[in-house]
T-cell receptor, first 111, second 113 residues
Framework: RKEVEQDPGPFNVPEGATVAFNCTYS??????FFWYRQDCRKEPKLLMS???SGNEDGRFTAQLNRASQYISLLIRDSKLSDSATYLC????????????FGGGTRVLVKP | NAGVTQTPKFRVLKTGQSMTLLCAQD?????MYWYRQDPGMGLRLIHY???????AKGEVPDGYNVSRLKKQNFLLGLESAAPSQTSVYFC????????????FGEGSRLTVL
């Protein structure tokens, strides 16, 4: 079983709709969680951290469920520019070598 | 703002050839990393460095070597390229301490024939 698993998608989303997807992780010792965004043929960039209480950043909401070992990302009022691959990242510690990336969930927002 | 710069962006090699990928960062970060990204596999850590003169193995180090002679540079070498090393390579840097933010280069697309 992969340490971090994501539905690869694609999630085809009408513009203006809401889309949500999860990421499951297997290591219960995981400490920190993040969502990165990667545009086609571009480098990944940090979208947001995921806090235990859940957090929002504009149209994006991230949730953490430690009991079931998953994190989620919800995008409201989807824009065409939200089309990208969203990478779930799980950290087992402070150092960068402790980061594990999921395979990504592809989201396609269509007019 | 340069950030993290990788060279070359594209390269085609024949099996058995050698090459070096160069990563340079101008953010004075201590930590630097080399990842490879393959379809459906996510980013996998090849080697990393926690400071000038130090390197360590990541998840998939075989067939690669690295050096960090200067703080701002992190080199990834392939001594004898194999088709299995066809991939997109990303360099990243950061000062983590649980912030989780890595800054990535634009990637280097390597094809080994």
């Amino acid at each position: 079983r992969k340490e971090v698993e994501q539905d690869p998608g694609p999630f085809n989303v009408p513009e203006g709709a809401t889309v949500a997807f999860n990421c499951t992780y297997s290591n219960s010792a995981s400490q920190s969680f993040f969502w990165y965004r990667q545009d086609c043929r571009k480098e990944p960039k940090l979208l947001m951290s995921v806090y235990s209480s859940g957090n929002e950043d504009g149209r994006f909401t991230a949730q953490l469920n430690r009991a079931s070992q998953y994190i989620s990302l919800l995008i409201r009022d989807s824009k065409l520019s939200d089309s990208a691959t969203y990478l779930c990242v799980v950290s087992r510690g402070a150092a960068g070598n402790k980061l594990t990336f999921g395979g990504g969930t592809r989201v396609l927002v269509k007019p | 703002n340069a950030g993290v710069t990788q060279t070359p962006k594209f390269r085609v090699l024949k099996t058995g050839q050698s090459m070096t990928l160069l990563c340079a960062q101008d953010m004075n970060h201590e930590y630097m990393y080399w990842y490879r990204q393959d379809p459906g596999m996510g980013l996998r850590l090849i080697h990393y460095s926690v400071g000038e003169g130090t390197t360590a193995k990541g998840e998939v180090p075989d067939g690669y070597n690295v050096s960090r002679l200067k703080k701002q540079n992190f080199l990834l070498g392939l001594e004898s390229a194999a088709p299995s090393q066809t991939s997109v390579y990303f360099c990243a840097s950061g000062e983590l301490l649980n912030t989780g933010e890595l800054f990535f280069g634009e990637g280097s697309r390597l094809t080994v024939l």
